[in-house]
């Protein structure tokens, strides 16, 4: 019975670490590319509330490096994903939300990044949340700022990050484990008192059994 509560309790604390894994965060996207690879541009805007019903199109903008105005490269709307721009034709793929109108990622992939992809991207979610007796138009914009390298680099920040993932990762199975040998022990600490206690009964039944027989016989005689 104890090893089958434990499996229980692991089944879970699993299911409920996967359903955090599901949850909306907004993560800062890369910024820097290098130069005849993919790279993926980052936008992510989450809802505040997650039981409001929404729906979003996305804009991308991009402004070169050393230009002044932005111009319209990119748009993810019901209709699919357009490239409205002829410098990125064929080298751009979307990487967010799918099969749902309500996106709250918005990333795009770059093909095959060239020199002249640096500068400044910024996208826009244009949503609409639907509540019970009204609609509310909300805009969020996220600025990427891309350098393009010849060769790849690894910067503090990067290493500090992964750092910090992996301990966070450990941190969090260590944690489950010590819940788990916890309640291990205390579900078969329960089991081991309630046999005492079982032990016990029976041994003052049996005692008091065989002073009834003994007072019997006595009266017998």
Known sequence: MALLRFLLFSFFCTLFVYQCHGACAEVDSDTEAVAGKGF???CISCKRRSEVRGEASVEWY??????????????????????ESDQFVDRVDWNGSKRSR????ASIYLLNVTFNDSGTYRCFFNRILSYENYEYNDVVSKVVHLSV????????ASIVSEVMMYVSIIGLQLWLLIEMIYCYRKIAAAGEEALREAANAEYLAIASESKDNCAGVQVGE
């Open 102 to 105: 309500d996106i709250q990622d």
């Open 62 to 83: 991009f402004r070169p490096k050393g230009e002044a105005d932005f111009f319209l490269m990119y748009t993810y709307n019901e209709d699919g994903p357009t490239i």
């Open 40 to 42: 993926k541009l980052g």
């Open 149 to 156: 390298v010849g060769k790849a680099t690894r910067g503090t």
